[in-house]
């Protein structure tokens, strides 16, 4: 059988167009020819996801965004092409999440394997959006900008009071103390220098000074030897010998025990006393009016006056 032109011209246009209807849709991420499930989910913002983003489940790429469809309500209508044998529950979830700085948006498959009725093509799946770097980023940075900006008001508000304090005079007498701070720091660096000069100069009298509390150190090391072999617990023990027999005299002095007791407690020895020191007094008052009385010397055989008993007050202080 002998085609015709026409047939062969017919059948060259059909093929051509079967064939820009795939290539269309290969381009579009659509593969006619292959079998696989489609599944839908809607969501209130796809955040810059687009068509033929990989869909991926444990970071594995099993499928592909078919089409994003706005649906009247203003919803998005996501359509994925899910290429693997894998079984995916119905109660999964499709998870929108940033791949990387570069890498764009795409779908993520939290399955759930505790549900056993898996999906088919037509079924829907949960809808769940994680924020992108950015997104997140912005949220963390919000409070901290408000922070950012209360500080920068506070600032404001602390500036303004400070010029409102530092007037005229105030800035003079701050300039006033800058300047002598300055003349200060100057007379210490002139001290500095002259300490060092001193230092400089005294330099050998240092090191002799040093060189002798060497030596007094070593001095002092040698007799706090002496005293560590020295027997100072003997010592001590003489020491509280000596001591208990002071504490037993006292003792016995406070109780009237001995002569030194009996002097300081008993009254008759005291009164004694006191009565032996007044007519000491009388006596010595008697030689000093009446010597004569005591020592008597005469040439001619002069007859002694007689006694008069001394007044007890004739003594002037």
Same mark, same amino acid.
């Given at each position: 059988?002998k085609l015709t032109r026409e047939i062969k011209t017919a059948v060259l246009v059909i093929v051509s167009i079967l064939l820009f209807i795939w290539g269309y849709n290969f381009l579009k991420g659509k593969d006619l020819f292959e079998t696989s499930t489609r599944v839908y989910v809607v969501y209130?913002?796809?955040?810059?996801?687009?068509?033929?983003?990989?869909?991926?489940?444990?970071?594995?790429?099993?499928?592909?965004?078919?089409?994003?469809?706005?649906?009247?309500?203003? @919803? !998005? !209508?996501?359509?994925?092409?899910?290429?693997?044998?894998?079984?995916?529950?119905?109660?999964?979830?499709?998870?929108?999440?940033?791949?990387?700085?570069?890498?764009?948006?795409?779908? $993520?498959? %939290?399955?759930?394997?505790?549900?056993?009725?898996?999906?088919?093509?037509?079924?829907?799946?949960? $809808?769940?959006? @994680?924020?992108?770097?950015?997104? $997140?980023?912005?949220?963390?940075?919000?409070?901290?900008?408000?922070?950012?900006? @209360?500080?920068?008001?506070?600032?404001?508000?602390?500036?303004?009071?400070?010029?409102?304090?530092?007037?005229?005079?105030?800035?003079?007498?701050?300039?006033?103390?800058?300047?002598?701070?300055?003349?200060?720091?100057?007379?210490?660096?002139?001290?500095?220098?002259?300490?060092?000069?001193?230092?400089?100069?005294?330099?050998?009298? !240092?090191?002799?000074?040093?060189?002798?509390?060497?030596?007094?150190?070593?001095?002092?090391?040698?007799?706090?030897?002496?005293?560590?072999?020295?027997?100072?617990?003997?010592?001590?023990?003489?020491?509280?010998?000596?001591?208990?027999?002071?504490?037993?005299?006292?003792?016995?002095?406070?109780?009237?025990?001995g002569t030194m007791g009996k002097l300081m407690k008993d009254e008759t020895m005291y009164n004694n006393f006191s009565k032996a020191s007044s007519e000491l007094e009388l006596l010595l008052q008697d030689l000093r009016l009446n010597p004569t009385r005591y020592v008597n010397v005469s040439l001619?055989?002069? @007859?002694?006056?007689?006694?008069?008993?001394?007044?007890?007050?004739?003594? %002037?202080?």
């Amino acid at each position: 059988m002998k085609l015709t032109r026409e047939i062969k011209t017919a059948v060259l246009v059909i093929v051509s167009i079967l064939l820009f209807i795939w290539g269309y849709n290969f381009l579009k991420g659509k593969d006619l020819f292959e079998t696989s499930t489609r599944v839908y989910v809607v969501y209130d913002n796809v955040a810059g996801l687009v068509n033929s983003a990989p869909v991926t489940l444990n970071g594995l790429a099993i499928g592909k965004v078919n089409s994003i469809d706005i649906q009247p309500d203003g @919803k !998005l !209508l996501v359509e994925m092409q899910i290429n693997t044998d894998f079984p995916i529950s119905k109660s999964s979830v499709a998870e929108i999440y940033d791949s990387g700085l570069v890498g764009g948006r795409q779908i $993520a498959i %939290k399955p759930n394997f505790q549900d056993k009725d898996y999906i088919k093509t037509g079924d829907y799946l949960k $809808a769940s959006s @994680k924020l992108g770097l950015t997104d $997140a980023l912005a949220q963390q940075l919000e409070p901290l900008q408000y922070k950012v900006q @209360k500080l920068l008001d506070n600032a404001d508000v602390l500036f303004s009071n400070v010029n409102d304090i530092l007037d005229e005079k105030t800035k003079q007498n701050l300039k006033s103390s800058i300047s002598e701070l300055h003349k200060t720091l100057s007379e210490f660096s002139e001290i500095s220098n002259n300490l060092n000069g001193l230092v400089a100069d005294n330099k050998p009298k !240092l090191n002799s000074m040093l060189t002798n509390f060497d030596k007094t150190s070593s001095n002092l090391e040698k007799m706090s030897d002496s005293l560590a072999k020295a027997n100072l617990g003997q010592t001590v023990k003489n020491l509280e010998k000596t001591l208990a027999s002071v504490d037993k005299i006292m003792g016995d002095i406070e109780k009237g025990n001995g002569t030194m007791g009996k002097l300081m407690k008993d009254e008759t020895m005291y009164n004694n006393f006191s009565k032996a020191s007044s007519e000491l007094e009388l006596l010595l008052q008697d030689l000093r009016l009446n010597p004569t009385r005591y020592v008597n010397v005469s040439l001619f055989g002069k @007859k002694n006056k007689p006694y008069v008993a001394p007044v007890n007050d004739t003594i %002037k202080k």
